[in-house]
């Protein structure tokens, strides 16, 4: 069965978690994202480049299956440690292959010492079709350290909501494809507090990660 991803347009309920206006965008197969977000309010004073947010959110508790099959708790996982988290689907055309690329690109940036610092967590929106093989062979293609979870999609878009973004569930179009749409923003949480204190849109540009990386393996205030 033939199953592609088309762009969807998101919005309501991040604009209130955020303290901004925010318009999601999701993955799609007509040419890419909706385009940018607008960002009403952002702290002018911040040595990130990335939309440093007014609430800080906690790390989702969150468990589901890895790349190699075992179990994986996220906040367990991670904890103290610098995490950039992104929902998608290894299936997306565009903006989730663009977003880990410019991250995994970025990451290449840092000293090895500085890569052992920061987790990059991509949670799967599609888990009936990424199974833990099918995402590792897909992450291995941005960055082998990367972490991969799949799992129970409940979990997973109520772990999404508490962070303001929003999925839906796949949808079976009628000619037999697949409509999967999610919320498009990577979060950075750093290792003081476990807490998101950064927000990426998508379209953010490989220079903005490549910029931030470094402060966030360091544990740098926002």
Known sequence: MSRTLRTARLAGAAAVALAAALTLTACGSDGGSTGPAKV??????????????????????LQLTDTAGQPYD???????????????????????????????????K??????????????????QRDTPQVLRSWLDSMGKDFIGLTGDLARVK????????????PVVNADGTVTSTHGAQVLAFLPSDDKAHVLYLSG??????????PLLA?????
């Not at 840092?110 to 888990?127: G, H, N, Y």
């Not at 109520?158 to 569930?169: T, V």
């Not at 360091?218 to 926002?222: E, F, I, L």
Request: glycine share 8%.
């Open 40 to 61: 009403t309010q952002q702290k002018a004073d911040s040595p990130y480049q990335g939309t440093v947010l007014g609430k800080h959110f906690d790390k989702p508790d």
């Open 74 to 108: 996220l906040r367990q996982k991670t904890a103290g440690r610098s995490t950039l988290l992104f929902f998608g689907y290894t299936s997306c055309p565009d903006v989730c292959p663009t977003t880990m690329g410019d991250i995994g690109v970025a990451m290449t």
């Open 110 to 127: 840092l000293s090895p010492e500085e890569r052992q610092k920061v987790d990059v967590v991509f949670v799967s929106t599609d888990p």
């Open 158 to 169: 109520a772990a999404a909501k508490s962070l303001g973004i929003l999925i839906e569930d």
């Open 204 to 213: 953010t540009e490989e220079k903005t990660y490549e910029h931030d990386l």
């Open 218 to 222: 360091q544990g740098v205030a926002a």
